[in-house]
């Protein structure tokens, strides 16, 4: 099946400086991918779709000029956590759509640690 | 607007006892219906999908039937294993997840 990679997987960066995290889309090309945000035992989040050549569409609440989203290529979407926080330490996941509709081929996750 | 609603965890088995995790959802239209199950410190993976009333899915032994009628996609699996310890999340046409439920099978 169609595969997703993340990098990095585990990331530790300390309070105020940026991080960014790469969706990749590996055997397939993906035009929309989409970014989700998971706390500890609870459910993914969606921040933000991710859509090459346009600008990123955000949810509700989530801060755009914090959470960079580029979507540079066919195969390449990323995330950049600016000026981060411990409060944005927490588990990032990507996502690109399916040939099936609304399937979703996940990323395997990064965990990022603001200290 | 669109939701699912998932059967609270955490749920503790013993191996080979019979699991069920309810998940019920609101949504206009005739959306599709997907499990994905998430394994410690990974990403989620489809478990099974159903993409219209009536359809079963099915996969390494876990079932879910989707009911328009009740609006239900239950997971099932008649014998679970150590291996399954994960969190089960149900979703609604790929965007709208449920809260998860954590599955602890014990030997």
Redesign the interface.
């Known amino acids: 099946g169609a595969v ?1 990679s ?1 990098h990095p997987s585990r990331v530790i960066c300390k309070s105020g400086t940026s991080v960014k995290i790469e969706c990749r889309s590996l055997d397939f090309q993906a035009t929309t991918m ?1 970014w989700y945000r998971q706390f500890p ?4 989040m ?1 921040m933000a779709t991710s859509n090459e050549g346009s600008k990123a569409t955000y949810e509700q609440g989530v801060e755009k000029d914090k959470f960079l989203i580029n979507h540079a290529s066919l195969t390449l979407s990323t995330l950049t956590v600016t000026s981060a926080h411990p409060e944005d330490s927490s588990f990032y ?1 990507c ?1 690109a ?1 399916g040939q ?10 990064t ?1 990022l640690t603001v200290t | 607007g669109d939701s699912v609603t998932q059967m609270e965890g955490p749920v503790t088995l013993s191996e080979e006892a019979f699991l069920t995790i309810n998940c019920t959802y609101t949504a206009t239209g005739y959306p599709s219906l997907f499990w994905y199950v998430q394994y410690p410190g990974e990403g989620l993976q489809l478990l099974l999908k159903a993409t219209k009333a009536d359809d079963k899915g099915s996969n390494k032994g876990f079932e879910a039937t989707y009911r328009k009628e009740t609006t239900s996609f239950h997971l099932e699996k008649g014998s679970v294993q150590v291996s399954d310890s994960a969190v089960y999340f149900c979703a609604l046409s790929g965007l709208t997840f449920g809260e998860g439920t954590q599955l602890t099978v014990n030997p």
């Not at chain 1, 035992?41 to 993914?44: H, I, P, R």
Request: no cysteine.
């Open positions: 997703v993340q989409f035992k609870q459910s993914l969606l996941i996502s759509p099936v509709l609304y399937e979703q081929y996940f990323g395997p996750g965990r």
